[in-house]
């Protein structure tokens, strides 16, 4: 007789876990068991509600839980962390309180799964709350559950603590350096990301590929192609197999680098991509103004058979402003809808904008802009319409745009700056005072922009008038010599663009030191005859950066590539890869 129900209970065992992750097939499997009295068994019906989780149906999962009368520790273990690992994280706080509840002890898989719910619906005060369990539970020094909360933090945007949790561990593993590193990226903290995975270095840990992936990120963010190119030697030295992930974050890291041709090299021996890494290179291109090798990509990308998705259009898309390829993108966003069945979202729309706005069609983008709904007229598709007009100088059409994003977005500073630019452009100077006057009332202040550039596998950082340099009186006076080089070759300056209060010989002061001139100047002063620059800006280039630099391209023969806050410029002899449409 114990045989038989031993057998019979196996059977009901395989007949549970061959249902596998499908809900019908999983009723049916229930149905079974309360039919062959087995619904009482833990060990079924633990496995029954984990399934249920992977299928999605969490509310068959909670179903299932309350027909239990005295769930064990094992039960609510396992379904905490299958809640949490299938993304309910809610529910994996409710199983939690539910175990807290029934005076169940929790253990450190129920820690690090209940962190990561936290962390996933960035809830601070129940993932401090969490943390004091931790500590009550005596679970403070083990390393999955340090490494969940270092990860809980940076998620939650306070990367110090994240770092407080991180230096008190005493022995560090993998994943608690990758969520570190992570961590710090997440936060725009790039250059501490690098410094954290050196620290990883010299302490003996080996990184794996997900370390990697993470550091790639921060060097995208630095824009800095010497540390780029360390890092790709870094992953070739430690034998780490190149999977479609780790290849595709170096396409990122290289295009985010300047060098679009290091990008296309790892584009071209991977073994196999995806629709990830296809879109990765697409927009590689179109930030460097490639607009051409961009659609050859895509071509190529849909004769292989790989589907494009939302971020896919928005790629090619935007090479298409980038580079002026108004037909080629109209063809595109046709394709998109009629042939993928693709619902044009936002990103969609701010590219369609700008690139009409770029090529000089303001009227068809402003005819655009009126053709979308009243719920896709978002912020970002009126700040893309009044680049626009601010490009082309349209006063009347200008105004009315910014007064629209002002409504939308009355605590965004950067709308009030380009209405008192599109003021200044037409004169009213009243007008730009009055713009003035309201960003001071609001406490309202410009975003700063700043301009980086590596120079002899060393970082400097410049603000407009800098003076913190120990060298500024030489890159000074360099700068001044080099603007009068550019005056003679017929460079004039865009005072309009300048603070508007100022007198004229002011305004030409305050845009001649902006960071990106400081920034060449001092690369051209520090580097031999060909090298080519390479400076990173937070901020869009102004137009008068954008004009100097080119003509300092011809009067030193340097090639110059700045990464502004949207796309690369690449400065060569006179001209610009973006062919002025920035």
Not at 293 to 315: I, L, Q, S
Not at 565 to 572: E, M, T
Request: hydrophobic share 40%; net charge neutral; aromatic share 10%.
């Amino acid at each position: 007789m114990e045989g038989k129900e031993g057998g019979r209970k196996s059977a009901e065992y395989e007949a549970v876990i061959s249902a596998g992750p499908h809900l019908k097939r999983l009723q049916q499997a229930h149905a079974h068991l309360v039919v062959t009295g087995c619904h009482r068994s833990r060990a079924l019906l633990t496995k029954l509600l984990t399934l249920s989780c992977a299928a999605g149906s969490i509310a068959y999962t909670r179903r299932l839980f309350r027909s239990f009368s005295d769930p064990d520790s094992f039960l609510f273990n396992s379904l905490i962390k299958a809640s949490s690992k299938f993304g309910f994280s809610h529910d994996t706080v409710f199983f939690y309180r539910r175990m807290l509840h029934s005076r169940i002890a929790p253990s450190t898989y129920t820690f690090t799964s209940v962190i990561k719910a936290c962390a996933d619906i960035s809830d601070i005060r129940l993932g401090a709350i969490v943390h004091s369990h931790v500590f009550v539970s005596g679970y403070v020094a083990d390393s999955f559950v340090q490494a969940a909360l270092v990860t809980f933090y940076a998620k939650s945007c306070i990367p110090h603590v994240a770092r407080k949790v991180f230096d008190e561990m005493p022995q560090k593993s993998t994943v608690a350096w990758n969520s570190m590193i992570s961590g710090y990226g997440q936060n725009g903290l790039a250059r501490e990301a690098v410094e954290v995975y050196n620290m990883m270095r010299e302490s003996g840990v080996q990184p794996d590929s997900g370390t990697f992936v993470s550091v790639l990120s921060a060097c995208s963010q630095l824009g800095s192609l010497h540390l780029g190119c360390w890092l790709h030697e870094c992953i070739v030295g430690s034998g780490i197999t190149m999977n479609v992930v780790l290849a595709t974050s170096l396409v990122n890291m290289f295009s985010r680098c300047g060098d679009v041709g290091r990008a296309r090299a790892v584009f071209d021996s991977m073994n196999e991509g995806n629709v990830v890494s296809w879109t990765a290179m697409i927009s590689g291109y179109g930030m460097h103004g490639y607009g051409v090798e961009a659609m050859e990509v895509f071509r190529r990308m849909r004769e292989r058979g790989v589907v494009p998705n939302t971020v896919t259009f928005v790629a090619v898309l935007s090479a298409c402003a980038h580079a002026g390829l108004i037909d080629e993108g109209r063809v595109v966003f046709a394709s998109m809808k009629q042939d993928y069945g693709v619902v044009p979202s936002v990103e969609h729309h701010v590219c369609m904008v700008d690139m009409f706005g770029r090529g000089g069609l303001l009227n068809e983008a402003y005819k655009f802009v009126k053709g979308l709904r009243p719920k896709e007229l978002v912020p970002a598709v009126w700040t893309a319409m009044l680049g626009a007009c601010k490009m082309h100088k349209n006063f009347d059409i200008g105004v009315e745009v910014a007064e629209h994003l002002i409504n939308a977005e009355p605590e965004n500073p950067g709308h009030y700056v380009l209405l008192s630019n599109m003021y200044a452009l037409a004169g009213r100077m009243d007008r730009v005072e009055s713009v003035r006057n309201v960003m001071i009332q609001r406490g309202l202040k410009k975003q700063v922009g700043y301009s980086t550039i590596d120079v002899d596998n060393r970082s400097y950082l410049f603000s407009m008038g800098d003076k913190s340099h120990p060298e500024t009186n030489e890159i000074y006076r360099y700068l001044d010599e080099l603007m009068w080089k550019c005056k003679d070759a017929g460079y004039a300056p865009a005072p309009e663009l300048a603070m508007h209060e100022l007198e004229d010989e002011e305004r030409e002061y305050a845009l001649r030191y902006h960071s990106e001139k400081l920034a060449v100047a001092f690369g051209l002063m520090k580097t031999g005859h060909g090298v080519t620059l390479r400076v990173v800006k937070n901020l869009r280039i102004c137009e008068d950066c954008h004009s100097a630099i080119k003509f300092i391209s011809v009067v030193t023969n340097r090639e110059i590539i700045v990464r502004d806050k949207l796309r690369f410029h690449h400065f060569r002899e006179g001209s610009c890869s973006c062919l002025d449409y920035w």
